[in-house]
């Protein structure tokens, strides 16, 4: 942020200033401040023509909080694809709104002047100060103080000369922004016959006589209370104490703050309350609801026509839903579906027929069975297209010698073409050794790959822990296929909202199985109180305590920051804290959990942590400590032995490969099929959360409970050199053509 700047005021202070008409605050206005405020730059230089995925430059993270600050401000106003549209576009579709603040801005100029302005000098005689001096009503007011949050002091200010000069610099910059000068009056004009002239008196010379009334006020105070014999002294004595000790304690959280930073501060705020969590268990319920669909929409084809051009069938993963949540209840609703189609008498409903029966034999035997995750999608490539036009697109197709997970798993165990490892694979470790490829260990996890695509893998009776589950990750397809096998999930949203719980309760409504649970809480993984918070509530009863009274068989602690545009010569508070969520709070976490369960005597059957490993140790670069990150989780396979976790944790490291689509990965997407072209096989989110899961088989968990398991799931990426640079180029060639 700009340092403050000298003070060039043309009014002068304890003056009047003649009011300007006020002015309406503007979309615009408000959103050329947050996207400034965000990215850390002048209001001068966030152009209106560029959108919010142009200024940030690729980091997808930063956009996503951009967007999400404008929902806070705006409200459902904010369009779909908000970061696409130019910031002019974006605030001509917000429209009219309140013409006031909103709960962001608001939320941070609070920040700004309890933690940069000295005590004392608070918003409210901010915008005396304002009115009184400038002449500026309250809209003019908001829109000055919009850009107050861009031209944010480095540190704490001194004293209230500092804070009216920064102020008198904000209103010079709102003036030149805004086209607009102060002008000061020395007089006002006559009430009477038009005559001017007219003497006032200035604020400055109000408040000595003011001073002068309290002084003597005071010396007679003084004089009775020494007739009383009263120490007026002693409460001031008090005061002085206290102020003393307060601005010791405001000196030592200025060093802290200026030693860690506003984001690792802020960012290590605990959000966990478990009043907020959310429960969705009802699979029966949609199990009718979308049969009921299923059977309406069967019997619109039939009279329709289509099913007599073409014979109606019902996809494998519907029926596989269905059965996955097979109940009584469920069995009977489709047999008296079945008798009354039956009894329409009605050959162009035979196709349904088929169909209505077909699912109420496989719901039948689904009684009898417990529900099973199979992989019934369709692998993907990454295509770039670039049109004629000049702008590039980026798209999934289908990989034609992949036409089921069938053949992902076989393609997979191919040797990679950049060395003699397959693609994914299993390593072990003898004595201390470099770990390396091992045979015997991948044929196991190739047969349990191989299971989840024939048979399936059933999660009943099993819990998990996922953090870093939301839209369009890694882990959001691992919570679905553990649903999906009947398992009870907990899972954690650093962004808590409507909007967040409607995505959840849409995941479980389309994978929950029969007997699996999905409970969603607020959760920040760079909070210490809340990895001790959760852990705690997993674990405790459910009754007094109010916990879930679970003991969890698998953790998926996938949480992450992006950090990207981050360089050695650049860290700052945003990589401390992405290194506190990736790394710090991680090995905390396991902690809190093995402590636990050693203090519950669970030391019969170890918990499978699944850390998400990289073969990325700088070969990026520019991405902060992730490297760092990675390389230091790779110490647990060492501690599982040193640190005696073996009875309550077992571990298995994923070196996951490069997944597109991913928060942290979407900004390469358009160079992962030059990527491909070179030997690296890249994936998407459902292929990695695949691997992923084959890791929780138990064949692979009962080996697990003896050792820890690498597994390199990295797709060839880490055979590659000067892997940066190789990106680099792609994306230079795709830009260039």
């Known amino acids: 942020m700009p340092a403050v700047a000298e003070p060039q005021s043309s009014v002068g202070v304890g003056v009047a200033a003649a009011p300007l008409v006020d002015a309406p605050l503007q979309a615009l206005d408000v959103v050329l401040a947050v996207v400034a405020h965000k990215t850390k730059r002048f209001l001068a230089d966030v152009s209106p023509q560029k959108s919010i995925k142009a200024l940030v430059g690729g980091k997808s993270t930063l956009q996503n909080e951009i967007v999400g600050d404008l929902h806070k401000e705006f409200g459902s106003k904010v369009p779909d694809k908000a970061e696409d549209l130019s910031l002019q576009d974006l605030a001509a579709a917000i429209g009219v709104f309140g013409g006031g603040l909103g709960k962001h801005t608001q939320a941070q100029l609070a920040r700004l002047f309890s933690n940069k302005m000295p005590g004392g000098f608070s918003l409210s005689s901010a915008r005396s100060t304002l009115q009184l001096v400038y002449g500026l009503g309250p809209q003019r007011q908001d829109a000055l103080l919009l850009v107050a949050l861009t031209m944010e002091p480095t540190s704490r200010l001194s004293g209230d000369a500092e ?56 010396q007679q105070i003084q004089v009775l209370a020494r007739y009383a014999g009263i120490d007026t002294r002693e409460g001031a004595r008090l005061a002085e104490s206290e102020q003393l000790k307060s601005a ?64 109606l069938t019902v996809d494998d993963a519907s029926i596989q839903r269905l059965c996955n949540r097979s109940s009584s209840g469920l069995v009977q609703m489709l047999a008296g579906s079945l008798s009354i189609l039956q009894a329409t008498n009605d050959d162009s409903l035979e196709p349904a027929i088929h169909i209505v029966s077909q699912l109420h034999s496989a719901c039948v035997r689904a009684l009898t069975q417990v529900p099973v995750y199979r992989e019934l999608s369709a692998p993907t490539a990454p295509q770039v297209k670039i049109n004629d036009d000049g702008p590039v697109t980026y798209s999934e197709i289908l990989r034609p010698d992949e036409p089921s997970f069938a053949e992902f798993v076989e393609n997979m165990r191919q040797p990679a073409a950049l060395g003699k490892s397959p693609f994914i694979h299993l390593r072990s470790q003898s004595d201390g050794s470099a770990w390396a490829y091992c045979a015997d260990l991948s044929a196991t996890y190739y047969t349990g790959l191989s299971e989840m695509c024939g048979s399936g893998l059933s999660f009943a009776g099993k819990t998990a822990l996922v953090t870093g589950c939301g839209r369009g990750s890694i882990g959001a397809d691992i919570v679905c296929g553990l649903l999906s096998g009947g398992a009870k999930v907990i899972a954690t949203t650093s962004s808590y909202s409507r909007k967040t719980t409607l995505f959840y309760e849409d995941m479980y409504r389309t994978h929950g199985a029969r007997g699996s649970e999905l409970v969603v809480v607020p959760f920040n993984q760079g909070s210490t109180g809340d990895v001790k918070q959760l852990v705690e509530y997993i674990y405790s009863d ?110 298995a490291g994923a070196v996951i490969g490069w997944t597109r689509g991913t928060g942290l990965m979407s900004g390469n997407n358009i160079a992962a099929q030059e990527i491909e072209r070179v030997g690296v096989r890249t994936f998407s989110t ?3 959360a695949f691997n992923i899961l084959g890791l929780a088989h138990p064949r692979i968990c009962r080996i697990s409970h003896r050792q820890p398991i690498w597994a390199d799931l990295a797709g060839g990426m880490g055979l590659v050199t000067d892997l940066g640079d190789v990106v680099g180029k792609a994306r230079q060639e795709i830009q260039h053509k």
């Not at 010079?172 to 805004?178: E, H, N, R």
């Not at 199990?287 to 051009?309: D, F, K, M, N």
């Not at 700052?572 to 992405?578: F, I, K, Y």
Request: proline letters at 3%; hydrophobic letters at 40%; one cysteine or more.
């Open 542 to 651: 459910a009754g007094a305590a109010k916990g879930l009274g679970w003991d969890l068989d698998f953790v998926f602690p996938f949480a992450a920051v992006s950090d990207i545009g981050s360089f050695a010569t650049n860290l700052g508070s945003h990589s401390e804290l992405a290194q506190r969520v990736l790394l710090t709070n991680v090995l905390r976490l396991l902690g809190s959990i093995k402590d636990t369960r050693e203090r519950l005597g669970y030391d019969t059957r170890p918990s499978l942590v699944v850390l998400p490993l990289s073969p990325n140790h700088g070969h990026f670069g520019g991405d902060g400590f992730y490297g760092e990150c990675k390389a230091g989780l790779e110490t647990a396979f060492n501690r599982w032995k040193s640190e005696s976790w073996q009875d309550y944790l077992s571990i």
């Open 163 to 218: 804070a009216k000069a920064w102020l008198d610099s904000v209103a010079q910059a709102y003036a030149t922004k805004a086209g607009i000068s102060y002008a000061a009056t020395s007089g006002i004009a006559g009430s009477s016959g038009g005559q001017s002239g007219a003497s006032t008196i200035s604020s400055a010379e109000m408040e000595k006589m003011q001073q002068k009334q309290h002084e003597h006020i005071w």
């Open 686 to 688: 459902c292929e990695m």
């Open 248 to 311: 010791q304690a405001q000196a030592k959280l200025d060093n802290i703050q200026a030693e860690f930073g506003d984001e690792l501060i802020d960012g290590a705020s605990p959000l966990f309350d478990a009043r907020k969590a959310r429960h969705f268990d009802s699979s029966w319920n949609w199990a009718r609801q979308e049969a009921y669909e299923l059977i309406q929409r069967t019997i619109a084809s039939c009279t329709s026509g289509p099913a007599a051009t073409s014979p």
